[in-house]
């Protein structure tokens, strides 16, 4: 196995994949981003989960897993992002040999719309599959879901 993704970085897991060379994007819980959205609770979290474990080969961290604009914890990813990444930065983690860089906090959204789970025809849309144009966001249309992905960044 050459990479690999936890939701939650479980210090045993994390122990476990010390030394192994594999790849890791370590989540963070949804249900902590408004405690994260404190520079210092974020700092204690980089610590705790990543400076504690310099033989983990991470590769991202992922904040936001399948929360939606009116969910509660919304409101609290941007601050989160940047708390997380000033902790990387002040911990000088960018400039290691490991390839860490700042800029690899990435935001994980819906990995499978909820759309597409319900509706057959939104699945071709989600896998490459779609023959037209399945969304519009003004002049611009879209034929799979990651492009319309791409499209938001």
């Known amino acids: 196995m050459a990479s690999m993704r936890i939701y939650n970085p479980n210090q045993v897991t994390l122990q476990a994949l010390s030394g192994s060379g594999i790849e890791l994007v370590v989540g963070v819980p949804n249900e902590i981003l408004q405690t994260l959205a404190n520079s210092a609770d974020a700092t204690a979290w980089v610590q705790t989960n990543i400076l504690n474990f310099p033989d ?4 991202y961290i992922a904040v936001r897993n399948e929360i939606k604009p009116n969910d509660a914890a919304a409101l609290f990813v941007l601050q989160a992002m940047q708390n997380i990444n000033a902790a990387i930065v002040s911990a000088n983690l960018q400039s290691q040999n490991q390839g860490f ?25 989600a896998t490459f599959t779609s023959s037209s144009v399945a ?3 003004g002049p611009i249309g879209y034929q799979n879901l990651f492009d319309a992905m791409l499209g938001t960044l």
């Open 56 to 59: 983990v080969k991470l590769k």
């Open 101 to 125: 860089n700042s800029n690899r906090i990435v935001i994980v959204g819906h990995s499978l719309p909820s759309i597409c789970r319900s509706d057959p025809n939104s699945l071709a849309y």
């Open 135 to 137: 969304e519009r966001d």
